[in-house]
């Protein structure tokens, strides 16, 4: 700068007012380029030890891609609990191999309110938790094993065209967790993972909520310095903030009756579950970020029946935590009032549970850098990701509320979750796990 000075001097007594002009916009330049070049230089460049995890991975795209489909066959819907149980000693058994002492943390049986008949009971799989103590900072590393497509779901196989593959769960998230695994088996490959004080949590329940791991989640945060989580870079962009996200289930119980001979006595349930619904509904205001879906309804005997029992799920997003505890209060105010019926001849009632699952995800300085730190070592490698916010939650959001610094959305690139139109990109699971091999190598020596 000093330099600079000097020039400037001399221009300011012989330039002509044009030259001063053309010098003082190449200062400007300069210094913006110079501000953008240790922005993106944050970061040590990729050291020969990292070149060789990376230069390892460059040759386990086949090999990946081979595990993504034999899991990706294996159908983990959420209630599915053959199939995540399957998935999970899949996962047990490659994990072991890395040195990591494996647990089971039992899954839970969740009751909620149906009609008869319904049954509407949780019978979630038990989780997993593996460790490999050691020095430096201490990750907890998080992925879910479900899916959200029942066994009977048509959407059910692997296929690949070109750099794009289809199935499901290959973007939602078991594309995360073959990143996550060869990421790991990166690291051992070198000698580079047994020093490093590794926890893994694979739950079975987080499509659901996490109603049954939460507590483990919850459990594991304190006691570890860093949160990463696996879920989809979706369209090459990592996450910083999150809506909360809420559930309720209301079963609105009627009075059966013959809807030819005997209208005027019955009190239909389906007819006040609409009522209730239209309520529901209005509590979407756009402008504040609260969203409202009944998402799933059910209900009735048959055409000529009033219907005795009907019953709906309901789905909450919300961007402030007061807004989820005004929301179930708004929920307790419709589930107690008959808006079906101009007197309330105390024939309907209804039963309901409400749990809000999701608190926002809000960040900190803390989860700031491990987002910039991310972005940075991207840039390293050639990747150019970018950043937004998702209205869609993840186990993230709970450790982050429980006080753990947590960067999610380190997993394979893609598109379509909860579709049959989910899909991702091959390439992307090399990407992420050279990324992530990276970003635990160096999380852990801080």
């Known amino acids: 700068m000093k330099n600079n000075n000097i020039v400037w001097s001399a221009l300011s007594t012989f330039a002509t007012p044009s030259t001063l002009l053309a010098f003082t916009f190449f200062l400007i330049g300069s210094s913006l380029s110079a ?11 990729i050291s020969a030890e990292e070149s060789q995890f990376n230069d390892w991975l ?5 090999e990946m891609l081979s595990m993504l489909e034999t899991i990706t066959n294996i159908n983990t819907g ?6 995540v149980n399957e998935l999970a000693s899949i996962f047990s058994r490659e ?7 494996i647990s089971t943390l039992p899954g839970d049986q969740i009751d ?3 009609c008869p008949g319904s049954d509407y009971t949780v019978d979630v799989a038990d989780h997993v938790l593996a460790r490999s103590p050691g020095s430096g900072k201490k990750l907890l590393l998080m992925g879910h094993l479900d899916t959200v497509f029942p066994p009977d779901s048509p959407f059910q196989e692997f296929r690949r065209e070109g750099d794009t593959m289809y199935g499901p769960g290959v973007s939602d998230m078991k594309g995360g967790l073959v990143v996550m695994l060869y990421a790991l088996k990166a690291l051992n490959e070198f000698d580079a993972l047994d020093t490093k004080d590794l926890s893994i949590l694979l739950n079975s329940d987080e499509e659901m909520g996490s109603l049954s791991s939460r507590k483990y989640l919850e459990e594991q945060a304190p006691q570890h310095d860093y949160g990463l989580v696996y879920e989809s870079s979706g369209n ?3 996450v910083r903030q999150r809506k909360g996200l809420g559930q309720a289930r209301f079963v609105v119980h009627g009075k059966a009756s013959h809807a030819g001979g005997a209208h005027e006595i019955g009190r239909s349930a389906i007819k006040e ?3 209730k619904i239209v309520e529901i509904e209005r509590m979407t205001d756009y402008e504040s970020g609260v969203t409202v879906n009944v998402g799933v309804v059910s209900g009735g005997e048959a055409r000529n029946t009033i219907a005795p029992c009907a019953e709906a799920l309901v789905d909450l997003r919300y961007p402030e935590p007061q807004q989820g505890l005004d929301a179930v209060d708004q929920f307790e105010d419709i589930f107690g009032n008959v808006f079906s019926y101009a007197v309330d001849s105390g024939e309907l009632s209804t039963e309901s549970w409400t749990n809000l699952h999701r608190p926002p995800k809000i960040p900190t300085e803390e989860s700031d850098y491990l987002l910039d730190k991310t972005i940075s070592i991207g840039r390293l490698l050639g990747q150019n990701l970018g950043v937004g916010d998702s209205g869609g939650g993840t186990d993230g959001s709970l450790t982050q509320a429980a006080g753990l610094p947590t960067l999610d959305s380190l997993g394979s690139a893609g598109t379509g979750a909860h579709s049959n139109r989910e899909q991702g990109r091959v390439s992307s699971l090399v990407e992420r796990a050279k990324l992530s091999a990276v970003l635990i190598h160096r999380l852990s020596q801080e």
């Open 35 to 45: 501000t953008a070049t240790a922005q993106e230089n944050i970061e040590p460049l």
């Open 58 to 62: 460059d040759d386990q795209e086949e």
């Open 78 to 83: 959420s209630l599915n609990k053959a199939g």
């Open 95 to 101: 994990l072991r191999q890395l040195g990591f002492s």
């Open 112 to 114: 909620m309110p149906s």
């Open 236 to 238: 090459e962009r990592l």
């Open 273 to 275: 579950l609409a009522y």
